[in-house]
């Protein structure tokens, strides 16, 4: 652990200050080591700017997708398992396959407020839609709660932008790309297709142009920073 330790401080590089608090970037040699640092940092109550990979993946953009396919079928026992293992109510994954068994799952009260707005997805745009889903499912609250919520926070509103894009885009042009309809089974599935673009899958940068905490980069990644210096 010290040797990790030494090696974080060696691998901090001053940055123009973006930050009178956080004016570091910290380079890493992979997605792999950058993000066990990151965990490490968060469990330590330090504050964490990612520069990285696997947004649509993240456990709290997992968990929003499961909330937002439930919500919009309330038969779906897949996203409903997903929502209460991974979501506030952290049910237990035994105890909810239980559930699933004796056929009670989809009567538990945490799927409830989903419930209640599935027909919005079929009378609302899915921007409306998205962004019921995260405030009735408690979502929205919940990150505050969570390690580093600024960029889990940051995380969720991306999800909302691309609910908002994807209400933005024409029809026509979405059937062009095989996307048919403006429900969530189609927007889900436009998410997932819309990652494959160069640069889409990046997480944002929760602070804007203001940094809020420790800047973790790949050192492939570090070659879009600019004016970095030791």
Not at 6 to 28: C, G, Q, V
Not at 152 to 170: C, G, K, M, P, V
Not at 192 to 215: F, I, L, T, W, Y
């Amino acid at each position: 652990a010290g040797h990790d330790l030494l090696l974080f401080f060696f691998l901090m590089i001053r940055r123009p200050p973006r930050s009178t608090l956080f004016p570091y970037t910290t380079l890493f040699r992979s997605h792999t080591q950058l993000s066990n640092y990151a965990e490490a940092l968060m469990d330590l109550g330090i504050p964490v700017q990612v520069d990285r990979d696997g947004w649509l993946g993240s456990p709290v953009v997992q968990l929003a997708r499961f909330a937002v396919a439930f919500a919009a079928d309330p038969t779906d026992r897949y996203a409903a398992l997903g929502f209460l293992t991974l979501g506030p109510e952290a049910m237990p994954v035994q105890e909810a396959l239980e559930h699933a068994r004796s056929k009670s799952l989809l009567d538990h009260l945490a799927l409830k407020p989903l419930i209640e707005v599935s027909g919005m997805n079929q009378t609302h745009s899915m921007s409306t839609f998205v962004t019921e889903v995260l405030e009735c499912s408690g979502l929205s609250a919940w990150v505050q709660t969570q390690p580093n919520p600024r960029q889990i926070r940051a995380d969720l509103l991306r999800l909302e932008s691309e609910a908002q894009a994807f209400s933005d885009t024409q029809v026509d042009m979405r059937a062009a790309a095989g996307f048919y309809g403006n429900n969530a089974k189609t927007f889900l599935g436009w998410l997932v297709k819309r990652q494959s673009e160069r640069g889409a899958d990046r997480h944002p940068n929760a602070g804007g142009n203001q940094a809020v905490g420790v800047e973790l980069v790949t050192w492939h990644g570090s070659k879009e920073i600019g004016r970095a210096h030791v």
